[in-house]
Each structure stands twice: as C-alpha cells, then as structure tokens.
C-alpha cells in the first residue's frame, strides 16, 4: 500500500475524503492524470456487507475506456441482460439491456468490496497515489474563506491534510458538507430497505429481480453461492416488524419467495438482518471555496434501479475531466467547482425524478396495499411490449449525460 510518510502534516494536490466508488474512481483517474492525490479511508478495508453491488453499462463502459476490461470481468461476478417482476405469481420482463450501444450489454453483480480492491489496486501502480486507511476526516481546515485541507483521526493519533482541493466523496452521511454547512435538499421516500442473505441452491430460479405481493417487495440478487435479499417496508416501521417477531418475519420471506423454504431460518437473529434508512437528497450548491462534494455526498439516492454506485462513478470521471488539468498547476477557483456541478446537476435531478415517479406510481401504493396487487399499466406495458422494455434499460444502465474518460 503506498501511505504518506508524515504522520502529522500532508501536503497534497487533492485530498479525497471518502474511499468508496466516486472516491477511489477519482483518486485513481487524477492519479493516472500525473496529480499528487491522498484517498482518506475510515475503515480497515472495504469489507462491508449490503453495499451497492451493481454495475452498469455505463460504468463498465468506463472500464474499457481505461483498459481495465477484461481483466475486470474476469473476477468472479454475475451478468443479466433483463431486468424481471413477479407479480401476483406473474413473471413481467420489464427491462432488456440487450440492444444498448455500450460493449458491455448487461448489468454485473460483483461486490462492492472487490470493485474498490480492484480499483485500490490498479491505482497503486501511481506512485503520486496515496490510500490511507483507518484515517477519519474529522473536520475542514479552512483560511482566509477557504478550504484548505482536512483534519484527520487514526488509531496512531491525529495528523493534517493540506490539499489545494477537497473533495468530499464520504457517503450519504457527509460529514464534510455538514461541516462545510452546505444547504441540502431534502426529497424524501416512502420506503426503508432491510438487507439480508440467505444460502443459494443449485435449482433455484434464474435471476428474478423484484418479486411482489400485497403489502410486501422482495428484491433478489444472485451472489453465485447465496441471495442478497432486500425486503422493502414503508418509512419508520422497522420496530413495529421487530416486534411481530424473526419467525413472522422469516415467514413473510418464505411466502414471497416459497422455493427458499427452510433456508430462511439462515437469519438466527435481527443482528443477521441490516437496515437501509432510505434518503433521496441533494446539496443545493455542491461546493465551496477549495471544496466539493460528489457522490452520495452531493445527492443521495434511492435504491431504486440500483443507480447510484454508476451515478458516483460518472461524477468521478467528470471531477477528473474538469478539475485534472487545472489542478497540476495548483489551487483552482470556484468557478471550476461549479462547472462540476453544472454538468452533474441535470442528470441527478432527472435519475431523482424518475427514482420519486417509481416510489409513488409503484413502490408506495404496493406498501400499502391489503388487497390483491396487479401491476400497474405502465408495468404491463414494458412487459407485453419488448421494443418498450429498452427505454428502462437505456435509463438504468446508461442514465441521463454518460461521462467518458478525457
């Protein structure tokens, strides 16, 4: 691992807050671009279960634009080209990637842990690439109106980053723009995600994203030896379905997808079960003088689609595209921080859009159904139509202003 050598004061082109997707893409892109870049990770690794594992087209897209391909594909990962309902019993194909104008005409499931390692590792090759993990950004160094660096705590105690630029690429829970006291705007969704695995079997069906019933969403994702499951419940209830108890729980999931059966009692306890709270938001202005946010950290997302580890990404290559040559000359005005947001604004906003007209048109009413639940016009339509069904993929795995590597 290439670590920088002073344990109390860094200087440094661009400090990193954040080694997730929009961050390590980042650190890697201006590493690759000759720029002195230090990437701040928290944690000890990227181990961390129910993260984002989807990747898109567009993302893969971006992969072969660096070379990095094939080598990529050939870590252990999963493909679909369709994206499916069950509805009521009823199968739907409502998504087909097959006919999109990318190279890679699928969605790959591979976790997140391994994109970041495979990123980490082709990044090192720079030697002006420095990953420091257990290294929390704790507060911004500011002077004279402007951000100049960091402030940082590990296990061997507290050290400084002083950077020309910042960028905040910490997640959803941002301390960076809270500290920066930057406006967020809060959207809003109806839902909460538990995330949970259970054991795979050879027999069970093929992939099968979304399964759906009155009152209940299920979503599946095949990880070769077991299913990542995620169990939609409307917004605030997760207490009140603790309380029903694990086997009314387990139950719940073994009548939405019946070919589990026993595998459910797999979840020994609550501990085995993680809560997403969902929050769709974004910053008004995703900068300030020497800083900018990208990434969750600019505009949290919903699950929906799995969209948002493609729409860091695209932020990244966008950052590295605007900001790269103005940054190996050293500090850069605000003005090139809002370029960034101008060209990443409009798609969000649009990927938003879209993420709230399926919280309420599907997500929401399914959630609080009692009922029978047929799926909805637009639904039937995608599925009985297959020229219809490339619209959501284009969407999905391109989204709105793909970025390409400068």
Same mark, same amino acid.
């Given at each position: 691992?290439?670590?920088?050598?002073?344990?109390?004061?860094?200087? %440094?082109?661009?400090?990193?807050?954040?080694?997730?997707?929009?961050?390590?893409?980042?650190?890697?892109?201006?590493?690759?671009? =000759?720029?002195?870049?230090?990437?701040?990770?928290?944690?000890?690794?990227?181990?961390?279960?129910?993260? =984002?594992?989807?990747?898109?087209?567009?993302?893969?897209?971006?992969?072969?634009?660096? =070379?990095?391909?094939?080598?990529?594909?050939?870590?252990?990962?999963?493909? %679909?080209?369709?994206?499916?309902?069950?509805?009521?019993?009823?199968?739907?194909?409502?998504?087909?990637?097959?006919?999109?104008? %990318?190279?890679?005409?699928?969605?790959?499931?591979?976790?997140?842990?391994?994109?970041?390692?495979?990123?980490?590792?082709?990044?090192?090759?720079?030697?002006?690439?420095?990953?420091?993990?257990?290294?929390?950004?704790?507060?911004?160094?500011?002077?004279?109106?402007?951000?100049?660096?960091?402030?940082?705590?590990?296990?061997?105690?507290?050290?400084?980053?002083?950077?020309?630029?910042?960028?905040?690429?910490?997640?959803?829970?941002?301390?960076?723009?809270?500290?920066?006291?930057?406006?967020?705007?809060?959207?809003?969704?109806?839902?909460?995600?538990?995330?949970?695995?259970?054991?795979?079997?050879?027999?069970?069906?093929?992939?099968?994203?979304?399964?759906?019933?009155?009152?209940?969403?299920?979503?599946?994702?095949?990880?070769?030896?077991?299913?990542?499951?995620?169990?939609?419940?409307?917004?605030?209830?997760?207490?009140?379905?603790?309380?029903?108890?694990?086997?009314?729980?387990?139950?719940?999931?073994?009548?939405?997808?019946?070919?589990?059966?026993?595998?459910?009692?797999?979840?020994?306890?609550?501990?085995?079960?993680?809560?997403?709270?969902?929050?769709?938001?974004?910053?008004?202005?995703?900068?300030?003088?020497?800083?900018?946010?990208?990434?969750?950290?600019?505009?949290?997302?919903?699950?929906?689609?799995?969209?948002?580890?493609?729409?860091?990404?695209?932020?990244?290559?966008?950052?590295?595209?605007?900001?790269?040559?103005?940054?190996?000359?050293?500090?850069?005005?605000?003005?090139?921080?809002?370029?960034?947001?101008?060209?990443?604004?409009?798609?969000?906003?649009?990927?938003?859009?879209?993420?709230?007209?399926?919280?309420?048109?599907?997500?929401?009413?399914?959630?609080?159904?009692?009922?029978?639940?047929?799926?909805?016009?637009?639904?039937?339509?995608?599925?009985?139509?297959?020229?219809?069904?490339?619209?959501?993929?284009?969407?999905?795995?391109?989204?709105?202003?793909?970025?390409?590597?400068?």
């Amino acid at each position: 691992m290439n670590t920088p050598q002073s344990p109390e004061t860094l200087h %440094t082109r661009c400090c990193v807050v954040g080694g997730g997707p929009a961050g390590m893409m980042l650190g890697f892109l201006l590493a690759r671009q =000759g720029i002195d870049v230090v990437v701040l990770e928290k944690h000890a690794d990227f181990l961390r279960d129910f993260r =984002g594992d989807t990747i898109h087209p567009s993302t893969l897209e971006i992969m072969d634009e660096l =070379g990095l391909l094939q080598e990529f594909l050939a870590r252990p990962h999963e493909e %679909t080209q369709n994206v499916s309902l069950v509805v009521g019993g009823e199968i739907l194909k409502i998504g087909d990637f097959s006919h999109l104008p %990318t190279r890679c005409k699928f969605i790959a499931f591979m976790p997140q842990w391994d994109f970041l390692d495979f990123m980490a590792e082709h990044a090192r090759a720079y030697p002006n690439f420095h990953l420091q993990l257990l290294a929390e950004a704790t507060d911004l160094i500011e002077e004279q109106g402007k951000v100049a660096g960091v402030r940082v705590m590990t296990p061997d105690g507290p050290f400084d980053v002083w950077a020309d630029l910042v960028v905040a690429a910490d997640g959803r829970h941002s301390v960076m723009r809270e500290k920066a006291g930057l406006e967020v705007l809060d959207i809003g969704a109806p839902m909460d995600v538990l995330w949970m695995k259970v054991p795979k079997l050879p027999g069970d069906p093929a992939q099968l994203l979304g399964r759906i019933e009155a009152g209940q969403m299920l979503v599946l994702i095949d990880r070769g030896d077991y299913w990542q499951c995620a169990y939609l419940i409307p917004k605030g209830t997760v207490e009140q379905l603790r309380q029903e108890g694990l086997p009314a729980f387990r139950a719940k999931l073994a009548g939405m997808a019946p070919f589990l059966g026993s595998r459910v009692e797999e979840l020994q306890s609550w501990d085995d079960i993680k809560l997403l709270a969902v929050a769709v938001d974004r910053l008004k202005q995703w900068f300030k003088p020497g800083l900018l946010c990208i990434g969750d950290a600019a505009h949290a997302m919903s699950p929906a689609g799995g969209v948002g580890i493609n729409l860091a990404i695209q932020d990244a290559v966008a950052s590295a595209n605007i900001l790269g040559p103005l940054l190996k000359h050293g500090p850069i005005g605000s003005e090139s921080l809002a370029l960034v947001q101008k060209r990443r604004e409009w798609p969000t906003r649009m990927t938003q859009r879209l993420q709230v007209l399926l919280h309420n048109r599907l997500i929401e009413p399914v959630l609080n159904s009692k009922g029978r639940v047929s799926a909805p016009l637009f639904i039937r339509l995608l599925a009985h139509w297959p020229l219809f069904r490339r619209l959501p993929a284009r969407l999905i795995g391109i989204g709105f202003r793909p970025e390409h590597v400068r």
